[in-house]
């Protein structure tokens, strides 16, 4: 996505300037215009006139478990007749995320000068998700503050155990192939040389495993410097690529139709979906607003794409169903249960299942990737130091041959 600064007019009529991402300038302008602003000037920021703040560097991150924790308080707050200002102040007073904090109170502070609170919310929406926020709007219209915020602690704490078991997955992988990168580079550099200068004044035939790995060892040791400035290389040209439309595109393609990961990425893309509808369509958010908000959260860009389309086709009076179906990303049950709840006027209800069922799909699907994975990386593993061992120790071989033949 790129960035966008933006000089608008809110719907208290004040002029204010910020930020906003985007994948062009015209979902930028749409993003603001769902806010409420009238747009006076937006254009793509680039290294010149991009917002700098080397204080964000050194920010904590608000995760998932405080915003949970944020609406907990809120609710049971709320509910005990404490005013929203009031509220505001006390959580603004307990809560440990610094940046967290900062947030609440500059919420807090908006509140005391009339602001609603769904509008404070959104001038950090850097820290407060559009799902949140929409939530927030919807219940202080309907009167259901502590409703919303009961629901969208429901959503975080659900949101969080997903992103931590997928999490759970890709960590395992991870550090076991770093650990087999740290052993093969120990093993080239130090343990290759000791053994080789063991046998450097026999005459021996080196068996030609042992000189490939010979030739790695020394290539290594010659011109590590290359090797890690190539190593740096392919991973900023990755992250670069990565955030281009074609790089997004290959890589959330390969996220859906790899064997071992594409379960995955299905199944937690339906339990998104699925969560995030039924909780705008319990806000009385209407359908195409819904849809377009469920959109924003998508992760994968098909995905997203796909909520986009099925949003104009609702607009047509088209079922949401019939773009699900249409599309091919999800699995039938998604688009028939959705059926059966518009058929039956219990959408809401019926989304709230899918979610139910497809969150512990991904638990299972996340103990099979893990059940997969463990033997695969230990084979691999394996299969790498052992031709390294057996090109050290075949030499020894050639070595006791020679000596029973004299």
Known sequence: MASFSYVAIDSKGKQVKGSVEADNQGKAAESLKRDGMTVIELKEQNALNKDINLGGLFKKK????????????????HRAGVTIMESMRMLTE?????????????????VQKGETLANSMKMRTDVFPQLLIHMVSAGEASGSLDVAFERMAVQFE???KINAMIKKAMV??????????????VMLTFVVPTFMSMFADMDIEMPKITLMVVAASEFMQAHWIVIVGVIIALVAFFKWFKKTPTGEGLINKAAIKLPLFGDLTVKSSSAKFARNLSTMLAA????????????????NVFYRECMLNAKNDVMQGVPLSTPLEKSGLFPPMVYHMTRIGEETGNTEDMLDTLANYYEEEVEMATQSLMAALEPLIIIIL??????IIGAVIAPMGAMYEGLDSL
């Open 158 to 160: 659900k949101s969080a």
């Open 172 to 185: 395992y992988p991870i550090m076991v192939l770093v650990v087999a990168v740290v052993v093969v580079i």
């Open 382 to 387: 394996a299969g790498v130091c052992g031709t």
């Open 284 to 299: 009385g958010i209407s359908m195409p607003d819904a849809v377009q908000i469920v959109a924003d959260t998508m992760n």
């Open 62 to 77: 608000v995760k998932i478990r405080d915003l949970s924790l944020f609406c907990r308080q809120f609710v049971s707050l």
């Open 94 to 110: 307990q809560t440990e995320n610094p940046t967290l904090q900062e947030a609440l109170q500059e919420v807090s502070t908006s």
